[in-house]
């Protein structure tokens, strides 16, 4: 398993309107597209200052799902139309997700 992880810090001028409808475009995108075994995203819950704006996850079963994904068509799209523009800062990292282990403190 492979996590994609985004963190987005938006423009002063977007609004939640234009982030309504990138929410909503990727939601469609991810349907559409076999590769994605998972995927969530929402708004930062203002608990921390300095914190991104938006966040997603995305889960892919190999390393070529995550790259067929990254490279779709679709995907470029939608960075063309919904961050390009939008998004002050991107931070990214993908990870093996299998690895990932809670442990109770």
Known sequence: ???????FTF????TDEQVTTMAA???DLVTSLPEVVAYRHGHDAGLADGNADYALVGDFATVADYESYRDHPRHRAFIADHVV?????????QFAGDDVVVAPA
């Open 1 to 7: 398993m492979l996590r994609h992880v985004v963190l």
């Open 11 to 14: 423009q002063p001028h977007v």
């Open 25 to 27: 475009a990727l939601d």
């Open 85 to 93: 523009g939008a998004v002050a800062t991107r931070t990214a990292v």
